[in-house]
Nanobody
Framework: VQLQAFGGGLVQAGGSLRLSCTAS????????AGWFRRAPGKEREFVAT????????RYADSVKRRFTISRDNAKNTVHLQMNSLKSEDTAVYYC?????????????????WGQGTLVTVSS
């Protein structure tokens, strides 16, 4: 099972980016999924999570009302729409999936991880 995250890049503060995550070797459509990030010099932290059917989502307080997680199970893809980006959002963003159907904010419940995509927000 491989997850691949893409869509990162360089953006000015206040701008937007959309990250995507696809899976090979296994479908994402029957798994909860999430996004995490690791900022320079910091531990990896939770960003957002979504249930297998998209019916429920949860966000870190730092990204609420700015980021939106969604999924397209027909395309085996999970997205993270990031708006009103701030310099403190600069990080490597990782997508991940759990074995079950639910969403989770706990890193240790995620089994499959993508390689990460770098988001750099310039102030």
């Amino acid at each position: 099972v491989q997850l691949q995250a893409f869509g990162g890049g360089l953006v000015q503060a206040g701008g937007s980016l959309r990250l995507s995550c696809t899976a090979s070797g296994r479908t994402l459509s029957r798994s909860g999924a999430g996004w995490f990030r690791r900022a320079p010099g910091k531990e990896r932290e939770f960003v957002a999570t979504i249930t297998w059917d998209g019916g429920s989502t949860r966000y870190a307080d730092s990204v609420k009302r700015r980021f939106t997680i969604s999924r397209d199970n027909a395309k085996n893809t999970v997205h993270l729409q990031m708006n009103s980006l701030k310099s403190e959002d600069t990080a490597v963003y990782y997508c991940a999936s759990v074995v079950g159907l639910g969403a989770s904010m706990k890193e240790n419940e995620y089994v499959y991880w993508g390689q990460g995509t770098l988001v750099t927000v310039s102030s």
